[in-house]
């Protein structure tokens, strides 16, 4: 059955006096409470409606009512998904928050930025930064980091690990005939863990780089 969402939000009220005053819930309180906009003689209509629905009932003549389990389910079920949909715009948020440092930061490091949440999805910037001048000549191993990041390996490879926040940690992966050097360091962003890591071969700027994350962190 689909609720009017006056009716859900009456249920809601119903529930939450019942659970804080351990009494049945009836139409003259709810009007006392001072927030209601019905009159109560709307209000036990709407109560007949929840009844007659098996969300409530009466334990006698005359008095309020309290919830089902039915209507108790109902008042989770609708929670819960009001959760979820708050859950689903705060990661949205951090996801974009992530989508900006990695971008700010990827045009100031030597190598690949890498960033993402975890158990979620990851986001990476500066691809370009492989293809220097003076790497031509280095093509399979560009190819190799490449496809190191694009197959989610490093974040498979560093979200084992178990990390303290805002401290800097460097690894050596072997990928085939190259060795990948990289940069990572746990961040939050909304109470989310998230790491940014900096990825490239053993031939790039780690002085540049440690200091590029040290900003990221003390920015945080």
């Not at 008042?75 to 951090?94: A, G, N, P």
């Not at 370009?128 to 197959?151: A, H, K, S, V």
Request: proline residues 3%; aromatic residues 10%.
């Amino acid at each position: 059955m689909d609720f009017d969402p006056k009716l859900l939000a009456l249920l809601d009220v119903v529930i939450d006096n019942y659970i804080n005053k351990g009494e049945p819930v009836g139409s003259k309180f709810l009007h006392s409470l001072g927030d209601s906009e019905y009159a109560p003689s709307t209000l036990r209509k709407y109560l007949n409606v929840l009844e007659k629905a098996g969300m409530v009932f009466q334990p006698y003549n005359s008095s309020g009512r309290i919830p089902t389990v039915q209507g108790l389910s109902l008042y989770l079920d609708s929670y819960l998904t009001h959760q979820e949909e708050e859950k689903v715009w705060e990661i949205k948020d951090v996801r974009k928050g992530l989508t900006y440092l990695v971008e700010t930061t990827g045009g100031l490091v030597d190598g690949v930025v890498v960033g993402f949440i975890r158990n979620d999805e990851y986001y990476y910037l500066g691809i370009n930064n492989l293809l220097r001048d003076d790497m031509l000549d280095e093509y399979q191993m560009t190819r190799n980091i490449i496809r190191f990041i694009e197959e989610k390996r490093v974040v498979k490879f560093i979200d084992s690990k178990i990390l303290k926040k805002n401290q800097i940690y460097y690894t050596f992966i072997e990928e085939k005939d190259t060795i990948v050097s990289c940069l990572y360091a746990k961040i939050t962003l909304n109470d989310y863990d998230c790491i940014i890591s900096i990825i490239g071969p053993t031939r790039v700027n780690y002085k540049k780089n440690v200091a590029v994350l040290r900003k990221v962190l003390q920015s945080l």
